[in-house]
């Protein structure tokens, strides 16, 4: 993939982001922004209670389309790097409203996966506790099934990784390197150790997704598994701090395809093991089970730690390229000026790291509303899932019409610059607008639970609606130039120096 030039090296004035990172971080930071083990962890439970045992099947079919998604990426990439990516290609090639709200969907979705995933990494904390005889703590129960106390712990995690994200690019992704080799390393054990010994039969029709036959089962499980994949992407948020910009999508490739493979493995590994109901009735708390189901005291507890990590790299990966698309969103005046803040001496986007963070605490806060933590965090990956396919949809749709002239091309360029893309685009928007429409039509009456679909279809459908009251402020308020011409700021706006210390 030919590299796009680098910019020119600093003048001196002010304050920039650093080009510091190659492949290996790209792979890192996509990696643990998809997070496997996270996803294996709390998605197995999920998934299987929608589709049954037909969560292979999924997977691998949702890869397809994502896969599609990851070339459009990579061509846009390629053609314009810039750290607000989707926003800034959609706003180019569609305009500036599906620009906006592909920004501001991704922005919330990623917000909304710190706020609950800080409850998952306080739940395995309290897990820790439990099991080493610490049950309660000043009179407060510390259960780990419980939505508020699971929040609590998780907040202080999150706090911390805050904080690291803030105080330098190149120890966070090294950081997030280092735990992903350990709970890789658990996790392919464990998972191993299920295939060999579990007493389910191994059965091709796991792999059958016409074994599904409701539809709305079927769609909904589509979306959750395209909620598996989600996160390899934020590679491409880093490709003004990438050493090459080609790097970027070398990174990002290379954790989807580890991905699939992981996520195959571990689903028919769960399965083995474990029936139907033992996956149901575990939900986010199938992989500690699952260790204890293979193992003794203490490497029973080796999967609740390799989840804990997970968690937290999946966390510190989020926020990395939540702060870096609010930064491409204010310098464009779609944005407040807060979120464009330099620190002088990390050279990262740290006011808009702790504003996000501020964020994530009042979601995460708000979500207690829903006492069980599983129910809360079926509610969370549905919505997510939504508005994943949103945004993956819209950034595909743009990379259709940028590259429309490859028609002209040949068959191959036609194919892989506009054919692919536009199906996977129509695939996933297609998803997403029928799983919308069963939301709406299931339930007849509103309540906070995942089985209610009114709720259900009202958490993205809150997170669009105020995504363009949000454009319609920077257009009428800000007088943000994006709305004008569709164009983000360059890349090469700021000055972005190589970090000549790096290894």
Known sequence: ??????????DGQGPVLRRSLGVVDGVAIAASSTAATTSIAIGMGTIASVVGLQAPALLLLAFLPVLGIATAYARLNRSEPNCGNGYVWVGKSLGPWPGFLTGWVTLVGSIIFCAYTSAVMGSVVLILANRSGLHSLAGVTLDPTSTGAST????IVLLALAFLTVTGMRAATRFQFALLVFEYAVLLVFCGWAMVTGEQSFSLSWFNPFAISDGTAFAQGMVLAVFFFWGWDAAFSVTEETRSPGDSARGGFIALFAMLGLFLFASVAFQREMSLTELIQNGPQALPYLGGKLAAEPWATLPLIALMFSAVASVQATLIP???GLLAMGRDRTMGPVWTRIHPRYGTPAAGTVVVLAIATVIALLAVAIPKLSDMLLAAVNAIGLIVALYYGLTALACVVRFRSALRAGPREALLAVGVPAASSLVLLGLGGYL????LTMSDHFELSPDNGWFMFSLPAAVVLAGLGMAA??????RSPYFTTGHGTDAEALTLPMDRTAV
């Not at 609590?152 to 907040?155: D, E, N, P, R, T």
């Open 322 to 324: 939540t702060a870096r």
């Open 152 to 155: 609590a712990v998780g907040l």
């Open 436 to 439: 919308g429409y069963s939301y």
């Open 473 to 478: 402020v920077a257009k009428y308020v800000r």
């Open 1 to 10: 993939m030919s590299s796009v030039p680098l910019p020119p090296a600093s």
